[in-house]
């Protein structure tokens, strides 16, 4: 049978909504309908098919490309009865998905011609409400005949309600992270109408949203709003592997896994190292689908060193094809007896960098997979061994890239709350004090609907990504932006993932229970104090000088925390920084840094590498013996 299936994504309700669709104002509600949070995969009829690692061989269809689109504005002026299937569209502009609309002059618009040193094919890669509508049309394969058929959005700003030949199929808004619907009870043979209504709220409601702000400037950027992931649809069996989970216990030289589904009693697993078939095994009879799987050889993952196990996991008619690595996170002593951060047991010093990741064109989208890539392996070279995500979730082809290419990932949540008061953020830096964040009004986290939004959205996050090994601490506040019952949020992340460090207040306002005593340092120098408390010490944030590069700025306005006007001037100043005081903290008992930031964005021109990645700022050797003297080389 033949399905002809047509796609209308209307990003466009905001505001009130009518009486059969109030969710976008009850913070209580997350979503409806929608499929658990979970590790991104994709279905292959075989197990051959599987180890191809082909993903047109998998029963997958992008629905990326071209989409009709229409943008109003305001909701008031947004088109009416949309959701209908016999809409006609036929009139509206054209649009790329995915994308921000803002890129392509609609809203806050940014017109711009950017290129890059990378080829640009996405997706590999006051202000009222406004709303947009996306269309598109596409056929579903002859062969997805039966079985199930799961539609997935990788991010939608801010939140969307979808709906199938007019009737309702789920509603998520979780910006950041993907968004499944089970669609196969609403087809109909032949032509089928999808309609999805998206609202992005930037800064006007609690909701986690990151950096973007109506009124953008400095550390603040332009809103993003619409599908800014990829979207594609997926034929699975009717009994499916929902997600798998994998943590390595390194000391019995064995995997632990774990498959979820409805029915996951049967499943059979297949591991392989470079190509060659190692261990094998299957889940307990009990049908609770966890299982242990002994390997003869450890091949331990390392920025270094990044091993990867690849592993085929089959329940029934459905295959799975995934990949796990052999690592472990802790806090320990070194052999000068300081707190210290381990990697596989062994002391290991995180030399980390700030990535907002931010593009001149695209905003959160990037412009290629290419583009992804280049920023990770830049920072290799220039001896860095980890990055910090900052306030963002990247696509799953990010945290893929930096497992197999070696790259430590420190990772923020998304922050939210009310107004950033500047009061309490800066409170620390003038008294010292660090207040409490029970005083959810002093932390504008006084609204329980929208705390209880936060901790839900944070279990998604975990879930999302637990399976990449190259994330290894999770950072739920940062700077004390909507930070709220840090105690408690660290005891919901530690049961969610025991296995990895946490952060609880990257910064200051620290409440004294995370694994490691953070700070930020700008504007003075920088002088290593141990922990009270006998925690590991990192400094998660400092540097941001700036050089501004002609031809390669966002505007005339340039932010930073330090201006220089030439390269040779930022080199020094950037020399004299690291052997004056990160080298000699290292010395006395740093375990981490993270100079700020990978690369320009927007005001802020306080990168190693222009906004449009033109441009390295710094020289490639000075950075790496930087490197080698911090790692005691």
Known sequence: MTRNLILILCCCLCGRLPARNPDWENQLVNARCRLDARATSYSYPSAEDALSADRSRARFLSLDGVWRFHFADDVSRAPQGFEAPEYDVSAWDRIEVPSCWETSGYGYAIYTNIIYPYPNTPPYIRRDNPAGCYVRTFEVPRAWNGDRVILHFGGVYS???????????????????????????????????????????????PLARGKQKTKRGGIWYTPQSGIWQTVWAELVPERYIGSLLFTPELPEGRIRWQVFSAAPQGAKVSVCYQGEPVAEGGTDADGCGSAVIALEQLHLWTPETPELYDVTVTLGDDTVKSYFAMRTIGTGQDAAG??????????????????????PDGLYTAPSDEALIYDIQLMKRLGFNMLRKHIKIEPMRWYYHCDRLGMLVWQDMPSGGGRYN??????????????????????????????????????????????????????????????????????????????????????????????????????????????????????????????????????????????????????????????????????????????????????????????????EKLPEALMQAIARELKGE
């Open 422 to 615: 500047l009061l309490t953020i800066s409170a620390p830096l003038i008294t010292g004090i660090h207040l409490k964040d029970s005083h959810y009004r002093l932390f504008a986290r006084t609204d329980p609907d929208g705390r209880d939004s936060f901790r839900q959205e944070l279990e998604e996050m975990i879930r999302q990504l637990q399976n990449c090994p190259c994330i290894v601490l999770w950072v739920p506040f940062n700077e004390g932006w909507g930070q709220f019952d840090a105690k408690q949020i660290t005891r919901l992340v530690r049961k969610l993932d025991p296995t990895r460090l946490i952060d609880h207040a990257s910064g200051w306002h620290d409440q004294g229970v995370s694994d490691v005593r953070s700070l930020h340092v700008y504007f003075k120098p920088y002088r290593f104090r141990p922990d009270k408390k006998g925690r590991a010490v990192v400094l998660s944030e400092f540097g941001g000088y700036n050089l501004p590069v002609a031809g390669h700025t966002w505007n005339e306005k340039n932010f930073g925390y330090k201006g220089y006007q030439t390269p040779e001037a930022l080199g020094e100043a950037v020399r004299k920084l690291y052997e004056t005081q990160i080298i000699p903290a290292r010395k006395a008992g740093l375990a981490a840094d993270v100079y700020t930031q990978l690369s320009d964005v927007e005001d802020e021109v306080n990168g190693f590498v222009t906004y449009d990645r033109r441009v």
């Open 338 to 359: 300081h707190p210290c951060l381990l990697l596989n047991g062994q002391p290991y010093f995180h030399h980390g960098v700030l990535d907002q990741g931010y593009w």
């Open 159 to 205: 939140a969307c309600s979808v709906w199938v030949n007019g009737r309702f199929a789920g509603y998520s808004e979780d910006s950041a992270l993907p968004a499944e619907f089970d669609v196969t009870e609403l087809l109909r043979e032949g032509e089928n109408t999808l309609t999805v209504a998206v609202r992005d709220d930037t800064d006007t409601v």
